[in-house]
């Protein structure tokens, strides 16, 4: 039986399918408009065709050859005629195809007689409601700016000897790396650490936005809705197949990200679901992403001892350092 978000994605895929087709075709006619010669050379390649496929039909034996390679010659020119006429408006037989959103299942949802993975991940964004997805077309390792950070060191002020700008840098390298490496069971998972504005969160969708682009699934939603959900599933008293599934999906899916881990109001159910979380990932091989506010020390001194351990031993840490970004920006658009 179909969920309704299953039945809501389909719906979705067919109209946006049908409109990349019905885009398509409008462009052509426009072109076609503007450049009538286009429209009558196809026009007579279709002629051409239709009397091949007589030919083949009617003629004898002795002459069916060579009317069929009069014609297929003829066909040949018409296209060559064609192919020059779209070139000198600067445009192949490409521009003509639809714009799919994925052109590996070309919006059915469906590739090579399964479900595509873009569909599986849509059904994952509806049903977590995952709206934060939708920034990961925006944020990703292509637009991830420098800009704001510095490249003066603060020893004093940091407590390293890099620079702000030094330190992203590694760390971004070390997030694309990790992004390109979700099948290796020795790549250890990552914990961003740093106080607000820093960029946890932006290189957190950069993260996902390549994992998707490989047709990995991503669960990305924050610790207090994540912990809530699981929570929530464990005392419903009436569990459907769609909640098991929905509740399953968070230990199966490739990569968790879990952001904003130490602003949920934690409790011993809370506290039994994050280890849980955590613990069945990494015995499963499933790769996490985790940004707190929180310092090692305040994660050791909030969470038990058995969460903290498998922070530390199976994290990298990588520790934030800079200016809050979006005071920075502030002050950019007052100036």
Do not use: W
């Amino acid at each position: 039986m179909q969920s309704e978000a299953y039945r809501k994605i389909e719906a979705e895929y067919d109209y946006k399918r049908q409109q990349a087709q019905k885009d398509a075709k409008t462009f052509k006619e426009n072109v076609y408009d503007e450049h009538p010669q286009l429209a009558q050379i196809e026009a007579d390649i279709a002629k051409v065709a239709i009397e091949s496929m007589k030919a083949r039909i009617n003629s004898d034996d002795n002459t069916r050859a060579k009317e069929q390679e009069k014609l297929e010659k003829k066909i040949e020119e018409l296209q060559v005629e064609y192919d020059k006429a779209l070139k000198r408006i600067g445009l192949t037989l490409e521009d003509f195809e639809p714009k799919y959103e994925c052109e590996k299942c070309k919006d059915t949802g469906m590739y090579k007689d399964a479900m595509c993975s873009c569909f599986k991940q849509a059904l994952i964004n509806e049903s977590f409601k995952q709206s934060n997805m939708l920034k990961i077309k925006d944020e990703n390792f292509e637009t991830f700016d420098f800009g704001y950070y510095s490249s003066n060191p603060d020893k004093e002020k940091y407590g390293i000897d890099k620079s702000p700008l030094e330190k992203m840098d590694a760390i971004r390298k070390q997030a694309y790396d990790f992004s390109h490496k979700l099948d290796d069971p020795e790549q250890k998972n990552l914990l961003f650490s740093g106080t607000t504005g820093l960029g946890k969160t932006f290189l957190a969708n950069c993260i996902a936005n390549e994992a998707i682009k490989q047709g990995k699934s991503v669960i990305y939603q924050t610790a207090p809705i994540l912990l809530d959900k699981m929570v929530d599933y464990q005392f419903k008293y009436n569990k459907t197949e769609n909640d098991r599934e929905e509740y399953q999906k968070i230990f199966e899916v490739d990569l968790l990200i879990i952001d904003d881990l130490g602003t949920e109001t934690m409790n011993s159910a809370k506290f039994s679901e994050l280890f849980n979380i955590i613990n069945t990932r990494l015995l499963k091989g499933k790769k996490m992403v985790i940004s707190t506010n929180l310092t090692t020390q305040e994660i050791k001194n909030l969470y038990e001892e058995r969460i903290f351990s498998r922070l530390v031993g199976d994290f990298s840490i990588l520790r934030f350092i800079g200016e809050d970004i979006r005071v920075l920006k502030k002050k950019i658009n007052k100036a």
